[in-house]
């Protein structure tokens, strides 16, 4: 991959605050939210299931997509909406009379 800012690993975006938010669960007991140095250093170095109830997490929909790379355009995360638009857009066209029905199995 390349070596720009936007195709970085997801867990180098906690070092920047702007696209941090914060994660509250108080359900089980009073706020434990860690600085946000120390939940990017357990990021990178842990991983796996938090200490904490309260988390930092990333505002995935307003980072920016500046090419049209699988990782920019959040592929794996739209592949569903992609093929029920698919799915969709062929029922229209069979229902239309532009195509003749599913194709054949070879």
């Known amino acids: ?29 009073p706020c434990d939210l860690p600085p946000l140095a120390e939940w990017r250093e357990w990021i990178n170095r842990v991983g796996g299931t938090p200490p904490w109830r309260c988390v930092w997490e990333l505002r995935l929909g307003s980072m920016p997509r500046l090419c049209g790379c699988r990782l920019c355009t959040l592929h794996d995360l739209n592949r569903e909406d992609r093929r029920r638009g698919r799915h969709q857009a062929r029922a229209w066209l069979r229902a239309e009379g532009w195509v003749d029905g599913p194709p054949h199995p070879r």
Do not use: A, I, K, N
């Open 1 to 29: 991959m390349s070596r720009t800012r936007v195709h970085r690993p997801f867990r180098t975006w906690f070092d920047d605050p702007q696209w941090c938010v914060e994660l509250h669960d108080h359900r089980t007991g």
